[in-house]
């Protein structure tokens, strides 16, 4: 069983940055790949950035990649997401998840723990 708390969203303005945290309970947090997705207001949830269970590897969705940065740090339990250089289309709730499959990083049912979301705006 992981738990899993989101924090740092906000609301900021076309340009600026915010860092998200996702903090985990349980000792098995490092064997997890995790994942951070978006959902808009009237749309679905959609991938945003995945990382392997030791950081080595990283995706990102064509929309965020060079701007959004996944990382991770395993004696914390905790992984983050950089995001900068944000635009209005970014506004979202976002939500942190862990994983065992992940070949399947991109797909929402890749993973078994979700938090609770955190909403993220970005005024233009």
């Known amino acids: 069983q992981v738990q899993l708390v989101e924090s740092g969203g906000g609301l900021v303005q076309a340009g600026d940055s915010l860092r998200l945290s996702c903090a985990a309970s349980?000792?098995?947090?490092?064997?997890?790949?995790m994942g951070w997705f978006r959902q808009a207001p009237g749309k679905e949830r959609e991938f945003v950035a995945a990382?392997?269970?030791?950081?080595?590897?990283?995706y990102y969705a064509q929309s965020v990649k060079g701007r959004f940065t996944i990382s991770r740090d395993n004696a914390k339990n905790t992984v983050y997401l950089q995001m900068n250089s944000l635009k209005p289309e970014d506004t979202a709730v976002y939500y942190c998840?862990?994983?065992?499959?992940?070949?399947?990083?991109?797909?929402?049912?890749?993973?078994?723990?979700w938090g609770q979301g955190t909403q993220v705006t970005v005024s233009s």
């Open positions: 998840a862990a994983g065992t499959n992940f070949p399947r990083y991109y797909d929402s049912r890749s993973y078994a723990y």
């Open positions: 990382i392997d269970w030791s950081g080595g590897r990283t």
């Open positions: 349980g000792r098995t947090f490092s064997s997890y790949a």
